[in-house]
């Protein structure tokens, strides 16, 4: 399995990349969690809002997940971290269920 770590300007732009993915079926599901974010920018310290979305999908899916998400998010430049990562076998049966097969 591939989990996906987006970083979302908003709960709502996090919502509706997840739908958008999970409406093209390059997710099986997404969890979004709010964050605080900080980072440094010409040298001065910033600090916003924002939400991780994680999502699960196969590493056949990953190069169009991550053409589509740089597509739609609102980001100039898109934070989009790629992890394979073990699962459960139960679990993988349904996520690989719930997929479109490229």
């Not at 919502?15 to 409406?23: N, R, V």
């Not at 001065?44 to 997940?65: C, H, N, R, W, Y």
Request: proline share 4%.
């Amino acid at each position: 399995m591939i989990l996906f770590y987006i970083p979302c300007g908003s709960r709502q732009e996090a919502a509706s990349i997840a739908k958008h993915l999970l409406e093209k079926s390059f997710i099986a599901c997404a969890n979004s969690i709010p964050a605080d974010s900080f980072w440094k920018d010409q040298d001065e310290i910033k600090e916003s809002q924002e939400s991780i979305l994680i999502v699960k999908t196969t590493k056949d899916l990953a190069p169009f997940l991550r053409a589509e998400v740089e597509k739609i998010h609102s980001y100039d430049t898109p934070c989009i971290i790629e992890m394979d990562v073990r699962v459960n076998k139960k679990y993988n049966e349904w996520l690989l269920s719930e997929l479109q097969e490229v």
